[in-house]
């Protein structure tokens, strides 16, 4: 959009006034937040109804993205880039004494999001608006997101994050789209006169899902989608209650009904919270489904050509009760026979995998399942029913192998199986993932339905995690090559021609420098610790979990303090450690690595002995926003999964774009920044994925053997034990027990001799500048192919057969 900065001034003082009843002057940055986020929506607002109506009169195919979580992160910045206003906006504010920094750093994160998964479907919601395709987002809106971290003594304490507690400019609450979700009661099917069978639902307790609907704002074009996030409210009941509920009743329901968009993953170690997940999974996707299909009916488009007009994605299985619940729109709202509803319900739907952890591939006990969703789970029943036919017609009486595949089987739903039964596309997010999906843990299905399967490389939008994350580097990019890359960012290879330009590298190296210093001062003012912006920074920043190994990390760096203690002159490039991760509230040996972590940090930050060469931080409440502080001022990435178990991480592509080298297993996506960047640009260590896979499959593996053998391994394990790392008595056992009893799941101290090397590689490369701002630029130029803007159209040609727009 185009504005003055003399409107825009205007526009804003009027809005103050008319929010506040206040001059600008007398305003506080709160205050002026607010006023900006509302005038910002008001921009916003005709380019979206523009594009709303534009779906509808060119009745273009949507898709609609179904996911658990949505990881958005701030909205104002990113809504003023794409609009294309923000140096006007800035500037304006400016002349009117105010800062725009200041003003954006009033707003919250969104929590409605954890992780990887949460932030991918964050990035595509900004890449398909920008790249002119019709998407939509479908999720619920979580009162409270995951939680607030905060570190007490060393500990993971989880705090409500209450993200709502102010006002959220951003949502527009949709009262008249509001739909009702039906859950419990019984459900049969009652023969006809003709002889058909009439679905029957009743006693069933209702629940309202009203949408609050946001805007997706495309950079720089008229696009404008949305994402709809659903809240669960009690229904207005004077319509369909007979009086026989009192008012205790009511509210005893209230609690429960609004329980379902309460908060992001209950807690599911017991049985109410299962039911609760259940419940928000069928709430959202009911609610997504049910205005999908008003809306397609609205524009009166047949419902047999539902798939030519509508494609809905399924992020991981959380959304899989998406396949039944079209089904049971289809046959038992709109009365159309079972072969059609099928037909046009796997050609809607498509599903993406993101991990082989079979903890994640989620399966429902039939009994809770069944309780929940009766009419649902007659439908799986059926469906679980005729695919049972095509295997038998396949394997004839191999009943094991029909067991094995079937949707429904061992007492349990299992839905990753239903997502490639019930869906038309099946992709991993990185290749080897995806080629381990088809060779190892989907390969019955591969062989079954070889067709189905793609991949689809994971991305990360460069608008966030270049231009509004680093604008300096990207103030250099557009000085040396123009600013084409910032439509286009498979340009960003032009870069590479300066690699070797002294006076470039040096600029480089200084904006890096730049962000380490602001990076410095916040872990300054956060965590009480001085840090030098002369020493590497070496990040590991994600979920915490044993396969991430934040574990070999901190075991090499307590190798690194014995090192130091049994050699004063030991020789090293002093060097920050730097981590951020939550762990999942009833991950007991996740929390204990962060205490783990904490402990370390606390001895070698005090020990005088260490004279500043490791510093330790850890950084709590992990958010997109401290990402974005945290990735620009990163000089090693460290991406060090287990081989075969990070399906393909996305920030070790934010990390590349932003300058840094990557410290990496051949694991994810890590494998194809390899071929991007070539051996010189990135340090691998550690084991292959075949001799993983031969370790799993063969056994073999003995980490006691290593841990008798090498010295470093015994001296780094037994300080876990003895007291040396003072505060982790019950920690340091635990961890013992887990890498030596349990025989070390993730092959730590397997991986632990290569890591030392890789590590010391890393050093001796950061030494030669000339290098190492060779390997940085290298980085970033190779950078743009990840940008989710290539990913996004993958899916739309490939998967969803969605065309561009841009009238
Ligand atoms: O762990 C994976 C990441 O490797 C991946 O990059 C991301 C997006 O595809 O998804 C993460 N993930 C997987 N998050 N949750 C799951 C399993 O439910």
């Known amino acids: 959009m185009i504005i003055t900065k003399e409107q825009f001034k205007k526009d804003f003082e009027k809005k103050m006034l008319k929010l506040y009843a206040q001059e600008v002057e007398d305003s506080t940055v709160h205050m002026q937040y607010f006023t900006l986020g509302y005038l910002m929506k008001e921009y916003i607002s005709e380019g979206w109804a523009k594009t709303t109506n534009r779906y509808t009169k ?79 987002g479908n999720g619920i809106r979580y009162k409270y997101g995951l939680f607030q971290q905060k570190i007490v003594d ?28 039906k859950f419990y009661g019984d459900a049969w099917m009652k023969p006809r006169e003709d002889g058909s069978l009439e679905p029957i639902h009743t006693d069933y307790q209702e629940v309202l899902a009203v949408p609050y609907d946001t805007a997706l704002v495309g950079y720089e074009n008229k696009t404008v989608n949305t994402l709809r996030l659903w809240n669960a409210e009690v229904p207005n009941y004077t319509d369909d209650i007979q009086g026989e509920l009192n008012f205790n009743k009511v509210l005893l329901n209230k609690r429960e009904i609004e329980s379902i968009s309460e908060v992001l993953y209950p807690d599911d170690s017991h049985h109410e919270g299962r039911v609760l997940r259940l419940k928000q999974e069928y709430f959202f996707v009911s609610a997504g489904l049910q205005s999908i299909v008003a809306q397609h009916k609205d524009a009166g488009h047949p419902l047999s050509e539902l798939h030519n007009y509508v494609a809905v994605h399924i992020n991981d299985t959380h959304p899989a009760v998406a396949i039944p619940e ?171 021609k300066y690699k070797r330009d002294p006076e470039i590298q040096k600029k480089v190296e200084q904006i890096k420098r730049n962000n380490k210093e602001k990076l410095a001062a916040y872990i300054k003012e ?16 994600k979920r915490l979990h044993a396969y991430k190994r934040q574990l070999l990390n901190a075991l090499h760096i307590l190798h690194q303090y ?33 205490k783990f972590i904490n402990a370390l940090a606390e001895q070698i930050n005090n020990d005088p002995r260490v004279e500043d060469r490791i510093k330790i931080v850890f ?3 992990y958010s997109v926003t401290l990402a974005e502080q945290i990735i620009p001022a990163s000089e090693v990435s460290e991406q060090i999964s287990t081989t075969t178990k990070e399906a393909s991480g996305t920030s070790n592509m934010k990390f590349m774009m932003n300058g840094a080298v990557t410290l990496a297993t051949l694991d994810g996506a890590n494998v194809e920044i390899l071929e991007e960047v070539g051996h010189p640009n990135i340090v691998i260590f550690g084991m292959t994925e075949k001799e993983v896979l031969n370790y799993y499959r063969n056994g073999g593996y003995n980490s006691r053997e290593i841990y008798e053998s090498d010295a470093r391994v015994k001296r780094v394990l037994d300080s876990l034990t003895n007291g040396f790392i003072k505060g982790i008595q019950v920690e340091g056992q635990d961890i013992f027990k887990n890498l030596i009893d349990y025989n070390d799941e993730f092959f730590v101290l397997k991986d632990f001799d290569s890591y030392v090397a890789a590590q010391k590689k890393m050093e001796d490369l950061y030494r030669d500048r000339f290098t190492w701002n ?8 190779s950078s743009g192919v990840f940008s989710s803007d290539v990913t996004v159209m993958q899916y739309a040609s490939g998967v969803w057969d969605t065309r561009i727009i841009e009238r």
């Open 619 to 621: 950084l709590e409440n």
């Open 154 to 181: 060393g500990y993971q304490v989880e705090l409500p994050e209450n993200w709502l507690r102010d006002d959220n400019v951003w949502e527009i609450r949709k009262s008249d789209k509001a739909v009702k979700v």
């Open 562 to 594: 014995h090192e130091i203690l049994e050699n004063p002159n030991f020789e090293m490039l002093p060097k920050t450690y730097i981590f951020a991760a939550k762990a999942a509230p009833g991950y007991y040996f996740a929390k204990e690595i962060i």
């Open 58 to 136: 060119y009745g273009e195919k949507q898709v609609y993205y179904f996911s658990i979580e949505f990881l958005l992160g701030r909205l104002l910045a990113s809504n003023l880039l794409n609009l294309g206003i923000r140096n006007t906006v800035s500037d304006a504010l400016k002349d009117m004494g105010l800062s725009l920094k200041e003003i954006e750093d009033v707003e919250v994160d969104p929590g409605l999001g954890n992780g990887g998964l949460g932030r991918l479907a964050a990035c595509f919601m900004d890449s398909m608006a920008s790249s002119g395709i019709p998407g939509n």
């Open 774 to 781: 060779k390997m940085s630029i290298e980085n970033i130029s």
């Open 326 to 496: 079209l089904m049971r729109i289809l046959m038992d709202e709109e009365g159309m026979e079972w072969a059609e509803a099928w037909h046009i319900t796997q050609n809607t739907m498509s599903y993406t995998n993101h991990t082989i952890m079979s903890e994640a591939l989620e399966k429902w006990q039939i009994d809770l399942f069944k309780e929940l969703l009766p009419r649902i789970y007659l439908i799986i029943g059926e469906i679980d029913r005729r695919f049972r036919e095509i295997l038998s017609s396949k394997f004839g009486e191999d009943q094991n192998q029909i067991e094995k595949m079937a949707i429904i089987s061992g007492g349990y739903v299992r839905m990753a199986h239903l997502c490639i039964h019930g869906t038309h596309s099946v992709n991993g997010v990185a290749k080897l993932h995806t080629e381990l999906l088809k060779s190892q843990e989907l390969r019955d299905f591969y062989m079954l339905y070889p067709y189905k399967f793609n991949n689809k490389t994971n991305g990360i939008t460069h608008r966030r995690w270049l231009m509004l994350a680093n604008p300096e580097l990207s103030d250099l990019l557009d000085e040396t090559i123009g600013n084409s890359w910032r439509r286009n960012p498979q340009d960003l290879k032009l870069f590479k």
């Open 526 to 541: 956060k965590n009480g610790i001085i840090v030098d912006p002369n020493s590497i920074f070496d990040v590991h920043v």
